[in-house]
T-cell receptor
Framework: AQSVAQPEDQVNVAEGNPLTVKCTYS??????LFWYVQYPNRGLQFLLK??????LVKGSYGFEAEFNKSQTSFHLKKPSALVSDSALYFC?????????????FGKGTKLSVKP | KAGVTQTPRYLIKTRGQQVTLSCSPI?????VSWYQQTPGQGLQFLFE???????NKGNFPGRFSGRQFSNSRSEMNVSTLELGDSALYLC??????????????FGPGTRLTVT
C-alpha cells in the first residue's frame, strides 16, 4: 500500500535562510509526487508535481523539490525564505502501480518564517 | 480568467439526508478532482474526472459519488449522510499545458455540516 510521511509537524526558519520541508513516500510502482500549500484564509494551492524526468522539479513562488528514488524522498526546498511563505505544506503521492489512482496526502508541515 | 467556483459555500444537513455539491472548473480545464478536508483525517482524495470519465478514485465508501458533464462541470453526491461527513469539500480543476507543464487550481470549498 502507498503511504507518505512528513516527519516534521513544524519547521521554523529565519527570513532569508534556505528552507527544507521533508517528505518520504512508499509505493509499489512508480510514484507521482505533489506538493501543495495552504495559506491562512487563502485556500489550497498546487506548488509542483513530479511524474518522471529531471529529479529537480521547479514550481510556483520559487519553490523546488528534489526526487530521490534511493531514499524515497521528495523534499521541498527554497533558497531564501520569505515571511509570506509561512503556511501549511502538504506532500502527496499517487502510485502508478495500482490503488485505483488514489492520492495519499501527508499530515502537513507548518512552516513559520520569522523576520 | 475566472477561478474555480463551488456551490454552495456552506451547507447544513441532517444525518440520513443526501447532498449534492457543484464545481465549475476554469475555462478550458477538462479535469476536475474532489477532496475532503477534516481536522481529524486531514486531506483525503475522493475522485478525479476527465472528459466525463472517472480517472482516479480514493478509498471512500460508495455513498460518495461524482460525475462530470460535457461542459466539464462536476458534481459530487453524498447519500445517507453521517456525522463524520462534516468537512470542507474542495474541488480542483487542472490541465496539462503546452510544453508539458501542468496547472491546477482549487476552489474555495464547500463547508458541509451534518447534524
Amino acid at each position: 500500500a502507498q503511504s507518505v510521511a512528513q516527519p516534521e509537524d513544524q519547521v521554523n526558519v529565519a527570513e532569508g535562510n534556505p528552507l527544507t520541508v521533508k517528505c518520504t513516500y512508499s509505493v509499489s510502482g512508480n510514484p507521482y509526487l505533489f506538493w501543495y500549500v495552504q495559506y491562512p484564509n487563502r485556500g489550497l494551492q498546487f506548488l509542483l508535481k513530479y511524474i518522471t524526468g529531471d529529479n529537480l522539479v521547479k514550481g510556483s513562488y520559487g519553490f523546488e523539490a528534489e526526487f530521490n528514488k534511493s531514499q524515497t524522498s521528495f523534499h521541498l526546498k527554497k533558497p531564501s525564505a520569505l515571511v509570506s511563505d509561512s503556511a501549511l505544506y502538504f506532500c502527496a503521492v499517487r502510485d502508478d502501480g495500482g490503488s485505483q489512482g488514489n492520492l495519499i496526502f501527508g499530515k502537513g508541515t507548518k512552516l513559520s518564517v520569522k523576520p | 480568467k475566472a477561478g474555480v467556483t463551488q456551490t454552495p459555500r456552506y451547507l447544513i444537513k441532517t444525518r440520513g439526508q443526501q447532498v449534492t455539491l457543484s464545481c465549475s472548473p476554469i475555462s478550458g480545464h477538462r479535469s476536475v478532482s474532489w477532496y475532503q478536508q477534516t481536522p481529524g483525517q486531514g486531506l483525503q482524495f475522493l475522485f478525479e474526472y476527465f472528459s466525463e470519465t472517472q480517472r482516479n478514485k480514493g478509498n471512500f465508501p460508495g455513498r460518495f459519488s461524482g460525475r462530470q458533464f460535457s461542459n466539464s462541470r462536476s458534481e459530487m453526491n453524498v447519500s445517507t449522510l453521517e456525522l463524520g461527513d462534516s468537512a470542507l469539500y474542495l474541488c480542483a480543476s487542472s490541465s496539462r499545458l503546452a510544453g508539458g507543464s501542468y496547472e491546477q487550481y482549487f476552489g474555495p470549498g464547500t463547508r458541509l455540516t451534518v447534524t
